[in-house]
């Protein structure tokens, strides 16, 4: 009886309970880090952003 009721119900086994905590726990701290970089990016609103520097390909100035 207690089966039949669980087999209807939509539940996660603890395994993928825990992948998904870590996948939140991971966005979280992708979104914190992200915010932090905004911010000290709207701080400085006068520094241009280095739009070519990951690459080492120097920016194109625009007309």
């Known amino acids: 009886m ?13 395994e993928e309970f825990d992948v998904q905590a870590q996948l939140l726990e991971r966005a979280l701290n992708r979104i914190a ?20 520097s990951s690459t080492g390909v120097p920016p194109v100035d625009t007309p």
Do not use: N, W
Not at 2 to 14: C, E, H, K, S, Y
Not at 33 to 52: C, I
């Open 2 to 14: 207690m089966a039949q009721a669980f087999a209807r119900m939509d539940i996660l086994t603890r």
């Open 33 to 52: 880090a992200l915010e932090s970089r905004v911010q000290a990016l709207e701080g400085r609103p006068d520094t241009p952003l280095q739009t070519g």
